[in-house]
């Protein structure tokens, strides 16, 4: 079992900068698919970025790809998102998500993901 623990949301204006922070409770392994997704009310949850520890697989969005950066303290059993050039539309729930195993193509699926957040707000004001 694992636990996911959100924090580092809250509101600033466009162009501010953000950082979220995911840690992980219980025996997480070493082969793995971690990831941040986020969701609008109304819309689906929507894949932002990810990471498959099997093959150094990193994704990210085209939506924030140069803006958004993700990394992870191992140590810390850490996952982090920094969040820079904040938009508008960057305004949503954030969620962190973690699975066993995967395979580092589908680390963008919310689906494949059966460990999650409670997520933490994010508001970008113009």
């Known amino acids: 079992q694992v636990q996911l623990v959100e924090s580092g949301g809250g509101s600033v204006q466009a162009g501010g900068s953000l950082r979220l922070s995911c840690v992980a409770f219980?025996?997480?392994?070493?082969?793995?698919?971690m990831g941040w997704f986020r969701q609008v009310p109304g819309k689906e949850r929507e894949g932002v970025a990810g990471?498959?520890?099997?093959?150094?697989?990193?994704y990210y969005a085209d939506s924030v790809k140069g803006r958004f950066t993700i990394s992870q303290d191992n140590a810390k059993n850490t996952l982090y998102l920094q969040m820079n050039s904040l938009k508008p539309e960057d305004t949503a729930m954030y969620y962190c998500?973690?699975?066993?195993?995967?395979?580092?193509?589908?680390?963008?699926?919310?689906?494949?993901?059966?460990?999650w957040g409670q997520g933490t707000q994010v508001t970008v004001s113009s």
């Open positions: 998500a973690f699975r066993y195993g995967g395979r580092g193509y589908e680390i963008s699926s919310a689906a494949i993901y059966n460990y």
């Open positions: 990471i498959y520890t099997g093959g150094g697989t990193t």
């Open positions: 219980g025996h997480i392994g070493y082969t793995y698919c």
